[in-house]
C-alpha cells in the first residue's frame, strides 16, 4: 500500500507540472548586454497575498567590479531577493535593470543565460565528473574543465580517483561528502563563465580554511580574464554571497581575521575590518584586536561575528 500512495501521488504531481500554463514571455529578439550596473528600483516583492511585504521599496545599485554582500538573519529574505534577479520569482512592483535594461524586455532563456546560481543544497547528477563540471558549458575543453576544478579545490580528489574526470557519480553524488558536492558545484559555476554569479550560502559545508583556500583561488588568472570572486572584470559583480552560519575559532580577532592570510600585517587587517565597518565595535573592546573569541563565538553577537568573518574574506581579495 505504501508504494501504491506513493505512485499516486507522484502521478498527481506529474500531472500538475503537465497541466501548467506556460509563462508569459517577451519574444526572442534582439540579443542584449547585460553586463553592466545592477539596479534595483522600487521593489517590492512577497510570497503570495501576505499583507506583510518579504521587500518593501528596495532600491540600490551595484556597479561592475563591486562584490556586495547581503546579511541577515533566516527567513530574512536574501534568497528571495537573489531569486528576483533571474526571474525565478516576479517582482509586485519596481523595476530591476541589467545595464540599463529591464529585465521584463528580455527573455527568461536570455536573462537566465547570463547568470548562474550556486545554491547551499548541492544538485549533481548521476554520470561522469566531467559532465557535471561542463553542464553549463557542454563544449567546455579538457583545460576548461581542470581549471574550474583546480579553482574549487576539487582538483586533487578527481585525481586520486582511478579513472579522475572520467569517475561515474551517483544519483544525487551520493558517494561524495557534502564539501565534494558544493566543491564540484562550485567548479561548474566557475566554468560557465557566466556574467553574474549568485553564491547563496554556497560554503557552508566547507571548513573555514577549506572556504578562504577557494575565495584566495579565485583570485587567480584564468585564460588571461583575472577572476576575483568570479572574475574582476566579467564576473566580479558576484550579486551575493550570504553568510548565515559564521565560523569562528579559538584565538584573537587579529588572528580570526588573518586565518585566511597568515602574512598579513596588523595595518591590513585593521583595513580589512574598517571596510567591513567592524573596527568600531572592535574598539569598543577592553583588548580591542587582541580580543579572544571563544571556540563558538558566543563571546561576540551574530551580526559581529558575521562583520569578522567578512573583514576575513575581504583581507584575502580587497
Same mark, same amino acid.
Given at each position: 500500500?505504501?508504494?501504491?500512495?506513493?505512485?499516486?501521488?507522484?502521478?498527481?504531481?506529474?500531472?500538475?507540472?503537465?497541466?501548467?500554463?506556460?509563462?508569459?514571455?517577451?519574444?526572442?529578439?534582439?540579443?542584449?548586454?547585460?553586463?553592466?550596473?545592477?539596479?534595483?528600483?522600487?521593489?517590492?516583492?512577497?510570497?503570495?497575498?501576505?499583507?506583510?511585504?518579504?521587500?518593501?521599496?528596495?532600491?540600490?545599485?551595484?556597479?561592475?567590479?563591486?562584490?556586495?554582500?547581503?546579511?541577515?538573519?533566516?527567513?530574512?529574505?536574501?534568497?528571495?531577493?537573489?531569486?528576483?534577479?533571474?526571474?525565478?520569482?516576479?517582482?509586485?512592483?519596481?523595476?530591476?535593470?541589467?545595464?540599463?535594461?529591464?529585465?521584463?524586455?528580455?527573455?527568461?532563456?536570455?536573462?537566465?543565460?547570463?547568470?548562474?546560481?550556486?545554491?547551499?543544497?548541492?544538485?549533481? =547528477?548521476? $554520470?561522469?565528473?566531467? #559532465?557535471? /563540471?561542463? %553542464? &553549463?558549458?557542454?563544449? @567546455?575543453?579538457? +583545460? *576548461? !574543465?581542470?581549471?574550474?576544478?583546480?579553482?574549487?579545490?576539487?582538483?586533487?580528489?578527481?585525481?586520486?580517483?582511478?579513472?579522475?574526470?572520467?569517475?561515474?557519480?551517483?544519483?544525487?553524488?551520493?558517494?561524495?561528502?557534502?564539501?565534494?558536492?558544493?566543491?564540484?558545484?562550485?567548479?561548474?559555476?566557475?566554468?560557465?563563465?557566466?556574467?553574474?554569479?549568485?553564491?547563496?550560502?554556497?560554503?557552508?559545508?566547507?571548513?573555514?580554511?577549506?572556504?578562504?583556500?577557494?575565495?584566495?583561488?579565485?583570485?587567480?588568472?584564468?585564460?588571461?580574464?583575472?577572476?576575483?570572486?568570479?572574475?574582476?572584470?566579467?564576473?566580479?559583480?558576484?550579486?551575493?554571497?550570504?553568510?548565515?552560519?559564521?565560523?569562528? =575559532?579559538? $584565538?584573537?580577532?587579529? #588572528?580570526? /581575521?588573518? %586565518? &585566511?592570510?597568515?602574512? @598579513?600585517?596588523? +595595518? *591590513? !587587517?585593521?583595513?580589512?575590518?574598517?571596510?567591513?565597518?567592524?573596527?568600531?565595535?572592535?574598539?569598543?573592546?577592553?583588548?580591542?584586536?587582541?580580543?579572544?573569541?571563544?571556540?563558538?563565538?558566543?563571546?561576540?553577537?551574530?551580526?559581529?561575528?558575521?562583520?569578522?568573518?567578512?573583514?576575513?574574506?575581504?583581507?584575502?581579495?580587497?
Amino acid at each position: 500500500m505504501i508504494f501504491v500512495s506513493r505512485a499516486q501521488a507522484s502521478a498527481k504531481r506529474v500531472a500538475e507540472v503537465l497541466d501548467e500554463t506556460e509563462e508569459e514571455d517577451v519574444k526572442a529578439g534582439k540579443s542584449h548586454d547585460l553586463r553592466g550596473p545592477i539596479v534595483f528600483e522600487n521593489v517590492d516583492f512577497n510570497y503570495g497575498n501576505g499583507a506583510n511585504k518579504m521587500l518593501h521599496n528596495l532600491n540600490f545599485k551595484i556597479d561592475q567590479g563591486e562584490t556586495v554582500a547581503f546579511l541577515g538573519d533566516t527567513g530574512s529574505g536574501k534568497s528571495s531577493l537573489v531569486s528576483l534577479l533571474p526571474r525565478l520569482y516576479e517582482v509586485d512592483s519596481g523595476r530591476i535593470l541589467l545595464n540599463g535594461v529591464d529585465i521584463n524586455d528580455v527573455s527568461r532563456h536570455e536573462l537566465r543565460r547570463n547568470i548562474t546560481m550556486v545554491f547551499q543544497e548541492s544538485i549533481l =547528477f548521476s $554520470g561522469k565528473i566531467r #559532465d557535471n /563540471i561542463s %553542464y &553549463g558549458k557542454p563544449e @567546455a575543453s579538457e +583545460e *576548461e !574543465i581542470e581549471k574550474p576544478a583546480e579553482i574549487a579545490k576539487i582538483a586533487d580528489f578527481i585525481g586520486t580517483r582511478p579513472d579522475k574526470y572520467n569517475t561515474e557519480l551517483s544519483q544525487m553524488a551520493t558517494n561524495l561528502s557534502g564539501g565534494q558536492k558544493q566543491r564540484m558545484t562550485i567548479a561548474r559555476a566557475v566554468a560557465t563563465r557566466s556574467p553574474i554569479i549568485i553564491f547563496d550560502d554556497s560554503a557552508s559545508a566547507l571548513d573555514a580554511q577549506t572556504e578562504a583556500e577557494v575565495m584566495r583561488a579565485i583570485g587567480v588568472s584564468v585564460d588571461g580574464h583575472d577572476i576575483s570572486s568570479f572574475d574582476r572584470e566579467q564576473l566580479r559583480r558576484k550579486l551575493g554571497i550570504v553568510l548565515q552560519d559564521t565560523q569562528l =575559532f579559538m $584565538g584573537t580577532i587579529k #588572528d580570526n /581575521i588573518r %586565518y &585566511g592570510r597568515q602574512d @598579513a600585517t596588523d +595595518e *591590513e !587587517i585593521v583595513e580589512a575590518a574598517k571596510m567591513e565597518n567592524a573596527h568600531h565595535f572592535i574598539m569598543g573592546l577592553p583588548d580591542k584586536y587582541e580580543t579572544v573569541v571563544s571556540s563558538n563565538g558566543d563571546s561576540i553577537n551574530r551580526g559581529q561575528r558575521q562583520l569578522l568573518a567578512i573583514a576575513r574574506i575581504m583581507l584575502i581579495d580587497p
